[in-house]
């Protein structure tokens, strides 16, 4: 598909128009979230279902449900407040190859960024003092999360970008809480990063798009390849180029191009 620079803006803003609606929340992981008002809630909640968002959806959106339901409803504060015996229930989890255990170091990670380190923003945001953005961002987020005691086994389920890891959930999660969507779908709830500094969340739906539109050239969906297609997408909107990611996740799933 051969457009120029003009007509292929014109044509992603359409499809993100298109697609950027409140239908998207329907059969889509964001609904998890979606259930809170708490600004702690809403970002334990997304992260927990942005880290098993692969697979059926259908089945992401049952489990990721079976986590809130665990955590009484009331992610910030069970994760403050939960001892040893409260984590006995989710030894039986399983998504995929996330399993109970790494369910429970989950929560004892996240209890760890919560009460030393001010939260999920805090970490997340730290790299932007000194420059850094989002790929600094994912990789100090790491750094913190495996910081305390924990199976080697879990690693695999923390994307790792300086291993050139595509990083697609935690970047679909930084998405949702930094994004300001005025169409009630993304949550804008971070002032740490920007929309600017954001990567798109590839995965072989989007890469597959984005090759055909010209926007990626590399065969992988690795981290080399996310920094390329979101490249492309900054010359079309530097300030917030993530956005195209329901223009081509809607091209990818729903139309089939």
Request: without cysteine; charged residues 30%; positive net charge.
């Amino acid at each position: 598909m051969n457009l120029s620079s003009s007509e292929l803006k014109s044509f992603l803003d359409e499809k993100y128009d298109l697609y950027n609606r409140e239908t998207f929340i329907e059969t889509d992981p964001i609904q998890i979230p979606k259930a809170f008002s708490k600004k702690e809630d809403i970002e334990i909640a997304a992260f927990l279902a942005a880290t098993i968002a692969w697979g059926q959806r259908p089945t992401i959106i049952r489990n990721a449900k079976k986590l809130m339901q665990w955590m009484d409803e009331a992610p910030h504060d069970f994760i403050m407040n939960a001892k040893n015996s409260d984590l006995d229930i989710f030894a039986g989890f399983k998504h995929r190859t996330f399993n109970g255990e790494d369910a429970i170091f989950f929560i004892k990670a996240l209890q760890n960024i919560y009460k030393n380190h001010k939260g999920l923003e805090a970490v997340f945001s730290k790299p932007k003092i000194g420059g850094g953005d989002a790929k600094d961002a994912l990789a100090h987020f790491r750094k913190i999360f495996f910081s305390i005691d924990h199976p080697e086994r879990t690693e695999k389920h923390v994307s790792n970008v300086l291993k050139k890891s595509s990083a697609k959930r935690l970047n679909m999660f930084l998405r949702w809480m930094v994004r300001k969507d005025y169409r009630g779908i993304d949550f804008g709830l971070w002032q740490g990063l920007t929309p600017a500094d954001l990567y798109l969340p590839l995965d072989v739906h989007t890469g597959r798009v984005g090759r055909k539109l010209g926007l990626l050239n590399r065969k992988q969906d690795d981290w080399p390849a996310v920094d390329e297609i979101t490249r492309s997408l900054r010359q079309l909107d530097p300030n917030d180029p993530i956005k195209y990611d329901f223009a081509l996740f809607g091209l990818g799933i729903f139309e089939k191009f």
